[in-house]
């Protein structure tokens, strides 16, 4: 069964923390991508990568960085963790380069308190 | 103007009835739409996606897409208690774009 894992289900950090959020997949997908969900406000992009080096922003990528040294591992960086970061992020990774088609990872409850 | 809207819900259908829902987009141009089931706590699943219009069928499930009208809809036949969920819109032109989603609550 082809998965999107992610490493931790909870996690709870403190103010101005380095945080990583470690993704895999195993589906041999040149495409991932990290969201984050809240309630009210839907799946938002932060960051995505069609290759391994390459990371473009998504939509709110401002506190967060990502890292892909692999093709199966994507990797999402909050630089100094603040409460507003409080959320769950999603993991997705992709056969075709504008996604849809997404498998997405079990998802990192992540407090910052 | 939201560029894929969604009715939040909560949609309260009973069971073995037909749930319906419903999907608009502003961008004329789009070309794919997608469908998410997504339970409470859980991670988004992909259960259908189209491309061309008129209806898709998958099991109890069915995709409709209307360009001119700009809506793409979900049909779940013979309700159960596990559709119980909320589903989500995306649709696709030089990007995806995901609608916030409708919960969807199956009477038992």
């Known amino acids: 069964d082809v998965k999107v894992t992610q490493s931790s289900r909870y996690l709870v950090k403190r103010t101005g923390e380095k945080v990583f959020l470690e993704c895999v997949q195993d589906?041999?997908?040149?495409?991932m991508f990290w969201y984050r969900q809240d309630p009210g406000l839907g799946l938002r992009l932060i960051y995505f990568s069609y290759d391994v080096k390459m990371k473009e922003k998504g939509d709110i990528p401002e506190g967060y960085s990502v890292s892909r040294e692999k093709k199966e591992r994507f990797s999402l960086i909050l630089e100094s963790a603040s409460t507003n970061q409080t959320s769950m992020y999603l993991c997705a990774s992709s056969l075709q380069r504008m996604g849809g088609g997404y498998t997405f990872g079990s998802g990192t409850r992540l407090t910052v308190v | 103007q939201k560029e894929v809207e969604q009715n939040s819900g909560p949609l309260s259908v009973p069971e073995g009835a037909i749930a319906s829902l419903n999907c608009t987009y502003s961008?004329?141009?789009?070309?794919?739409f997608f469908w998410y089931r997504q339970y409470s706590g859980k991670s988004p699943e992909l259960i259908m996606f189209?491309?061309?219009?008129g209806d898709k069928e998958d099991g109890r499930f069915t995709a409709q897409l209307n360009k001119a009208s700009q809506y793409v809809s979900l049909l779940i036949r013979d309700s159960q208690p596990s559709d119980s969920a909320t589903y989500l819109c995306?649709?696709?032109?030089?990007?995806?774009?995901f609608g916030k989603g409708t919960r969807l609550h199956i009477l038992p």
């Open positions: 995306a649709v696709i032109r030089d990007k995806i774009i």
């Open positions: 189209i491309y061309s219009n």
């Open positions: 589906m041999d997908h040149e495409n």
């Open positions: 961008d004329r141009g789009s070309q794919s």
